[in-house]
């Protein structure tokens, strides 16, 4: 018996050693020398403090800020990574259609110009959840409403937007998109708040 079991020992320990250890080494050694800020989160400080991630989104809620999609990821517009997921929800799911439609009226209570169809990226979550982004139409609904906060002309907001809108991958791929963390640190960089 133990004729069978030790060499199946040993390779359970040469195996566990090389693809439990060496290869994750390697890889994590490799992504840090090539690509060490995207391997470490690609995270954006301010002032030497962190204050978030170009890839996870970020809970804003203040009027002066443009705002992301929805959440699954807890709270409707909570971005809680570690609860990261897609809801699940079928569209005949009486919860989705509750949640879709607390998302219309919060936005047609927090941007009262916003009249019309909605984009479907203002009102549904998507994915993990944690989208960083949202469609360059969601954000011109929201322009209105940060230009009052900010005591700005709209047009200065739409250049913002038209600055920080990413387009598409190799000119072909996804859709164009902006960064609501990103347009929302330049805001603040160039356009503060007035109190």
Not at 5 to 13: C, E, H, Q, V, Y
Not at 39 to 44: E, F, I, Q
Not at 48 to 64: D, N, Y
């Amino acid at each position: 018996m133990w004729q069978q079991l030790t060499p199946a020992l040993r390779m359970m320990i040469i195996f566990t050693v090389l693809t439990g250890l060496v290869y994750p080494g390697v890889i994590t050694g490799l992504a840090q020398l090539i690509f060490s800020r995207q391997a470490n989160g690609s995270l954006v400080s301010r002032n030497a403090r962190i204050v978030g991630s170009e890839l996870l989104g970020q809970s804003f809620t203040k009027p002066e800020y443009f705002h992301g999609r929805p959440s699954a990821a807890g709270d409707i517009n909570e971005n809680d990574a570690s609860a990261s997921g897609g809801s699940n929800l079928g569209p005949t799911s009486q919860k989705l259609i509750d949640r879709v439609r607390a998302s219309v009226a919060d936005i047609r209570k927090s941007n009262p110009d916003a009249t019309g169809a909605l984009p479907g990226d203002s009102v549904t979550a998507w994915g993990s959840g944690l989208v960083p982004h949202i469609s360059p139409a969601t954000a011109e609904l929201l322009v209105a409403r940060v230009a009052r906060a900010r005591a700005a002309s709209p047009d200065a907001i739409r250049q913002f937007v038209q600055q920080h809108t990413e387009r598409r991958d190799f000119g072909v791929l996804g859709e164009p998109r902006v960064n609501v963390l990103a347009l929302n640190l330049a805001l603040d960089e160039r356009l503060p708040v007035k109190h």
